[in-house]
């Protein structure tokens, strides 16, 4: 019990002692801490006005393969959830003639497994999840991508030289 209370008293000096002399962290000035907010924290500014969606219903080149294709159209109001996908009322198998729309791969009625489904695979229900309409904005950073076909057209060039 004695050498209970002399560490006990020993921990609270030690404790004491640390917290009396800690060094305490310097702080920054304001003007010196980068922010995206571009205004200080206690004013809200106007947010930048939306992007156009492309609306042109005209299918968009890809960029690589198994790239999943873009949506051409606007999805605004769509409802996606686990009752109903408004997507399935055009692309669905049943659909496609009177839609004219594409109908999704075959590869979204197979489950894990490569076994074929009569329904949507639950996994590729959610479109929006690799499908995404395209908008009519500037790039907010630059991009030198450069596709496969480019890429194999230079390399063939380069062989022949």
């Known amino acids: 019990m004695k050498t209970f209370k002399l560490v006990s008293a020993f921990s609270v000096l030690a404790f004491s002692t640390l917290m009396m002399t ?39 080149m890809r960029n690589y393969p198994m790239q999943p294709p873009v949506i051409p159209h606007k999805i605004d109001g769509y409802q996606l959830d686990l009752k109903v996908n408004k997507c399935m009322s055009c692309h669905a198998r049943h659909r496609t003639g009177d839609s004219q729309a594409p109908m999704v791969s075959v590869t979204h009625y197979m489950d894990r497994d490569n076994n074929f489904l009569a329904e949507l695979s639950p996994r590729r229900y959610f479109c929006t999840q690799c499908h995404v309409p395209q908008l009519d904005a500037k790039l907010l950073v630059e991009n030198d991508f450069v596709d496969m076909d480019h890429l194999i057209k230079a390399n063939t060039e380069q062989k022949k030289h």
């Not at 003007?31 to 609306?55: G, H, K, S």
């Open 22 to 60: 800690s060094v305490t962290a310097a702080s920054i000035p304001e003007d010196r801490i980068d922010t995206l907010r571009q205004a200080p924290i206690n004013v809200e500014p106007t947010p930048p006005a939306m992007q156009a969606v492309l609306n042109k219903d005209i299918k968009e």
